[in-house]
């Protein structure tokens, strides 16, 4: 007998029924009887009956994988994959871990309502517009091209830029608790060629679309006072050069990080927060199918603005990744050279400093050609890929 797992939560969306499991798996399921699914379900059919209340157009393993993922449950079987269950996974994303829902739950319970206070609030736009005035008083006077110790430097940029990532992250984790979903799962990847922490937000898919949207961006907003806060201790610690460059470069390259990560392409959280405006959960992998089959000449009738939108999303982000790179550059070239003119040691951090800035770009440019050039498959049920976070970049960025 088939029904819906105890955990399981779904949202009706115009492209057809987003569900999700107790493991966090979340999935699009197109079908013209989609948003009937959970009447169907009501009486507990065989799976047989299930998908002859479905009928055509439908996936012969439709209610085979649902079952795997953990959506629905019968209990004339057991369950295929235990090993979503695996306290520590490794996946194509990266290495996954569970139990992201405790810090996200204590910070939603104690930092939170400070936060939201009116107190709070007046803090935190006082902090922003010190470090927008920070920002645009330019450079710290007398602050030098690069310090004394450049590996030191880069390592102190990599470990206080990858702690404010893991603020971005964690934001994203504690709004969904927030909003009463269950964050859980976060992990290490590789992202743009940097190991970099993620946590994986599917669980937001199935929120209304104003707590969908607010999630997809609270991490953004995290960034906005953490770069401010680097703006304005960099004018504050010019004494300390070191620390105040190193401050202040990560404030100008955040502020890039910042534009990228809020354009609504690329998969990244302006991406998500477009997709769940519009209410489609695959607008991405969608709209570059439709700009190559443009291409190709072989576009479906109703498709031309999302193959617009596919190629504008092409021809932006390659311009944003171009430019990201520039202001990389010009913002660190002093540190780099000096890392590659000095011994060992400093080489070896250079590689790690400028690789993964290297190959993403190398990578990223070339996976946006290569996915909009193929054309893909339709699906009717199931197209897991809609909902690969963070591969999708969905809140892996940093």
Known sequence: MVRLAPDARYRVSKRGLVLAGETGETVLFEHPRAADLPDLLGDDPTSAVLVSRLGPPLDDTVVDDLLDLGI??????????????RSVSVTRSGLLIRGIATPARLLDRYLVPVLLH???????????LSGVVALLTGRPTGL?????????????????????????????????????????RAGFGFYWGALSFFVDSTPALTLPRRQRVTQALVGLAVDVVTTAAFAIAAHLLVSHPLIAIVLWRLAILRCVDIAVNLAPILQVDGHWALADYL??????????????????????????????YGVFS???????????????????SDLVVALFTGDTTDILIGVYYVGPLVLGVAFSVLGLLLETLSVGVDRHT?????????????HDHG
């Open 72 to 85: 629905l449950t019968d209990r004339a079987r057991p369950q295929r994959n235990p090993s979503r269950h």
């Open 118 to 128: 009116p107190a709070g609030a007046v803090a935190i736009a006082a902090v922003v």
């Open 144 to 184: 030098p091209a690069v310090s004394s110790a450049p590996a030191v430097e880069a390592l102190l940029m990599i470990t206080i830029g990858t702690a404010a990532t893991v603020c971005h992250e964690l934001a994203h984790a504690v709004a969904l608790h927030h909003f009463g979903r269950i964050p859980l």
């Open 279 to 308: 209410d489609e959960p695959d607008l991405a992998p969608r709209a570059r199918r439709a700009a190559g089959r443009a291409l190709r000449g072989r576009l479906p009738d109703g498709q031309r603005a999302l193959a617009g």
């Open 314 to 332: 092409l021809i932006v982000g390659i311009a944003l990744i171009a430019i990201g790179a520039t202001v990389f550059w010009i913002n660190s």
């Open 382 to 394: 199931l197209p897991p890929s809609a909902f690969s976070a963070p591969d999708d970049a969905t």
